[in-house]
């Protein structure tokens, strides 16, 4: 059975060991070794998860099947009553049996509770999750690419789904 907790500063191992077993399948066939490594230490590194949690205003959840956990999602409010989906990852174990669609679901009651009119998310544009958000009605609003540094650069889709 799912269910969802909200996540702390001493999650962050938890947060890390689950990033490590699906980052890297995610995007090793998308980028190079040496981005997916950069953006590991970028994103996910203790310090930088630390901040997130903490100064950054985008709580962690932690979702679990039973007792075992098995992927964490952030989100956040970004501009009045619009809201951003800042990660979703999933073992690929629980890729496909609903876990996604779960998570998505609980993060729009949560913010619907909030007078969210919209939840917004960045996917790179090589990713095959495009999909799998437009079957829960997200649509591309803009597409662009940013540096993030080291002369990487990131393609991605912003979409947004409307929840009035």
């Not at 066939?29 to 630390?50: I, N, P, R, T």
């Not at 591309?140 to 940013?146: A, G, N, Q, T």
Request: proline share 3%; net charge negative; hydrophobic share 40%.
């Amino acid at each position: 059975m799912l269910s969802i907790r909200d996540a702390d500063i001493s999650d962050i191992p938890l947060i890390r060991e689950l990033c490590f077993k699906v980052w890297p399948q995610t995007y090793s066939s998308l980028l190079s070794k040496d981005q997916v490594e950069y953006m590991l230490e970028l994103m996910y590194s203790e310090k930088s998860l630390a901040k997130q949690i903490t100064e950054e205003g985008f709580p962690f959840i932690i979702v679990n099947d039973g007792d075992e956990p098995v992927g964490f999602a952030s989100f956040g409010e970004i501009e009045k009553d619009i809201y951003k989906l800042q990660k979703l990852y999933v073992l690929p174990n629980q890729q496909g049996k609903g876990t996604g669609k779960f998570v998505i679901d609980y993060i729009i009651d949560k913010i619907k509770a909030a007078d969210a009119t919209a939840l917004r998310l960045q996917v790179f544009r090589k990713n095959n999750a495009k999909a799998f958000y437009e079957k829960l009605g997200f649509t591309v609003i803009l597409e662009f690419k940013f540096d993030i540094g080291h002369g990487y650069v990131m393609d991605d889709y912003l979409m947004e789904k409307k929840l009035l």
